[in-house]
């Protein structure tokens, strides 16, 4: 049984260009989500997928977007990016989308510094 | 909106202590997640709860429900318990809210 597996863990970009980050769900695992941690602060809920479709969204503009595959693998894109977008971002995984009745299996994250 | 709150916020304690750290929150839930987040980033599921208490190891997690307050304890406290400790409660059914953490070190 494999973890979470994300990637880049970390990455530098400037104002204004994109970025893609990648997550490898836990085998079995149909459900990813997606969060944002500041420094110093906890994770604030992006999105979540579900069987390949978005299944909820947290306050977040329209630039944060992502992608489910058929092997439950996501990506998450993030455009024109801005200063507060530096953050660690992690990937969780579950065999559910209820977060009340399954276990989540985080990824180590991945840490955007944008100059 | 569920409001979670944490205390303390950061925690020194030696080696061999018995460590509690508190949880509390706005809104009535299913379960509520304790997780552990070593520097560096990672996160580590503790334990998910409903009601009652949960044991592994040296960590021991209670919750009341009725008081919307939970507790994460570790007994015999160990250099490499030292992390930051996160509760988190789910809003909306399919996302979580997590408190902002306790910052534990423990010295030997």
């Known amino acids: 049984e494999t973890g979470v597996t994300q990637s880049p863990t970390h990455l530098i970009k400037t104002r204004g260009q994109q970025v893609t980050l990648r997550c490898s769900s836990q085998?079995?695992?149909?459900?990813v989500s997606w969060y944002q941690q500041a420094l110093g602060q906890g994770p604030q809920f992006i999105f979540q997928y579900y069987r390949e479709e978005e299944n909820g969204r947290g306050n977040f503009p329209p630039r944060f977007s992502g992608l489910q595959f058929p092997n439950y693998s996501s990506e998450l894109n993030v455009n024109a990016l801005e200063l507060d977008d530096s953050a660690l971002y992690l990937c969780a995984s579950s065999d559910g989308y209820i977060s009340g009745a399954n276990v989540l299996t985080f990824g180590a994250g991945s840490r955007l510094t944008v100059l | 909106k569920n409001e979670v709150e944490q205390s303390p916020q950061n925690l020194t304690a030696q080696e061999g202590e018995f460590i509690t750290i508190n949880c509390s929150y706005s809104?009535?839930?299913?379960?509520l997640h304790w997780l552990q987040q070593h520097p560096g980033g990672g996160i580590v599921s503790l334990f998910m709860l409903s009601s009652g208490k949960k044991k592994h190891g040296r960590l021991i997690a209670t919750i009341n429900i009725q008081e919307k307050h939970s507790s994460l304890h570790i007994t015999a406290s160990h250099p490499r318990d030292s992390a930051v400790y996160i509760c988190?409660?789910?809003?909306?059914?399919?996302?979580?809210?997590f408190g902002a953490g306790t910052i534990l070190r423990v010295k030997s």
């Open positions: 809104v009535g839930i299913s379960a």
């Open positions: 085998s079995g695992h149909n459900t």
């Open positions: 988190a409660v789910p809003e909306y059914g399919n996302k979580l809210v």
